[in-house]
């Protein structure tokens, strides 16, 4: 019997390809055994640079580092076989010049093995964007609020309304002119977003943007109801996770001062048992 062939794992010009179709379903994974759970449901995981929020307690993404990127990014890719994967690139990465964002893409794809990143960014990171895609660097945009500006854009605020709209617009066809292959679209209005799905080529991943993107995202930790600090608007809360350890974890330690456990079930004998057949 031959070996079965090892499917390939997608490309983000098959992801790309997509658009128009099933609507694209991505979430972020920082971890191995989450990767390992999304995998199977996913088109697209992103490593996002809410890591720095969800996991690390900072109080927003502007104190991610690049090794924190690449330590959770290799966790990520251990645990994908199908999905897609892409890396965001921290704050202070990129904005400096082309060149700089090249270094640091090339040792992000190098080190993690993830085929892509994710910069935020419209206008002003066209001529970047570009730059990357010509060196072999595929790049997933990411325009409307962008977190890593927060202190600029003046707090997590919806971007796009009224006058800002022909900003928003023109940021999407920039970005998809330099060659981004996708572009996440966050609190951008539904029917800005809806506008901007049918002008572009590439995909739109909307994240509090509304239902007319291609797809949709949300940070793993929200909708699972990990992260309780606060809750944005667009998310959904699938599941209560957080609740749920903390009560198992109250009923440890009562069990532990009660001297309940670990019990004769959980304990290992002085001897050990006899293998079953044996015969003495």
Known sequence: MSAQTPVRPPLPADFQSRKGAAPLVCLTAYTTPVARLVDPHCDL????????????????????TMEMMILHGQAVMRGLTRSLAVIDMPFGSYEESPQQAFRNAARLMAET?????????????????????????????????????????????????????????????????????????????????GQITRDLAIPTIGIGAGPDCDGQILVIDDMLGLFTDFRPKFVKRYASLGADAATAIGAYADEVRAGQFPGAEHSFADTAPQPKGNRS
């Open 45 to 64: 995981v992103l490593v996002g640079d809410s890591l720095g929020m969800v996991i690390h307690g900072l109080p927003s993404t502007l104190g991610v």
């Open 113 to 193: 093995g993830a085929p892509a990143v994710k910069l935020e960014g419209g206008q002003h990171m066209a001529e970047t964007i570009a730059f990357l895609t010509a060196r072999g660097v595929p790049v997933m945009a990411h325009i409307g609020l962008t977190p890593q500006s927060v202190n600029t854009l003046g707090g997590y605020k919806v971007v796009g309304r009224d006058a800002e709209a022909e900003t928003v617009m023109a940021d999407a066809r920039a970005v998809a002119a330099a060659g981004a292959f996708s572009v996440v679209l966050e609190k951008v209005p539904a029917t800005l977003a």
